[in-house]
């Protein structure tokens, strides 16, 4: 009997076998975890090989804009409104105190934290407007109501057709701010868009692939940033100096 695509059965085969060897079983487990392994290391290189250039280039926008007083907006749905969250608690509270991964320069200062904002976190403000206007207007309206031209917004989607970052991507261009846009597939409508300014695009089938991909994808944009802030020696002057919680 076939399993249905997407069921647990077609998930994990090996724990639906029926087959009573659990060294076989354990066998199949570390098989199927090492795949894994090698799928999301090769869908990272081929992104690095790729982007590398429009990361540091889309990195020393955002470290613009920060220095002029901006702060971050993140967006997505579901299990991106997770990476929403987790990208702006990275940029206010990195938690970090210098060096960098191999591969990226190196930083010579701690990191700053940066005001950032993510705007999948507050039911209360994510109900009104899915009750009182409809999901597609969730991300705009809180666009259109805390962001400024300085800005930057930051929208996750894996199929990259989700109507409400649709929405926010042209409310957050039409203001001026600096889109960007993190993908899956073959990035779906945001590849479309004109309203965004640096589209990351995690060419993968697999969801999780795509978003193990996207967390990679944005703690290097943050670590970039951290260096090109520490290149261009801001400080309070550049707007940077009292960037925390009351910035955000």
């Given amino acids: 009997m076939t399993s249905a695509p997407g069921s647990m059965e077609s998930l994990y085969p090996f724990l639906y076998s029926g087959a009573g060897d659990l060294p076989a079983v354990l066998e199949q487990v570390r098989a199927s975890t090492v795949a894994k392994t090698q799928e999301i290391r090769q869908l990272r290189r081929q992104l690095r090989d790729a982007e590398s250039g429009r990361l540091l280039a889309c990195a020393g926008q955002m470290a613009s804009r920060f220095a002029a007083g901006g702060k971050l907006l993140a967006f997505g749905n579901g299990g991106s409104a997770t990476d929403a969250q987790q990208l702006a608690t990275l940029f206010l509270h990195p938690g970090d105190s ?22 999948a976190s507050d039911p ?19 666009v259109a109501a805390l962001g400024a031209r300085a800005d930057i917004a930051v929208g996750l989607s894996t199929s990259g057709n989700s109507e409400n970052l649709l929405r926010a991507f042209d409310e957050a261009s039409r203001r001026g701010m600096l889109t960007v846009g993190l993908a899956g597939y073959a990035g779906g409508r945001m590849a479309e868009l004109d ?16 978003q193990e991909a996207q967390t990679t994808l944005y703690h290097v944009l943050w670590e970039l940033c951290q260096v090109a802030i520490d290149e261009a020696g801001a400080g309070p002057a550049g707007g940077l100096a009292n960037a925390g919680p009351a910035g955000a």
């Fill in 195 to 210: 309203s965004i300014d640096f589209l990351f695009v995690a060419r993968s089938e697999s969801v999780h692939r795509i």
């Fill in 98 to 119: 210098g060096g960098g991964p191999a591969g990226l320069p190196a930083r010579t200062q701690p990191a700053r934290p940066l005001p950032a904002l993510s705007l």
């Fill in 124 to 142: 209360s403000v994510l109900t009104a407007l899915s009750n009182d206007i409809g999901v597609e207007v969730v991300f705009a309206r809180q």
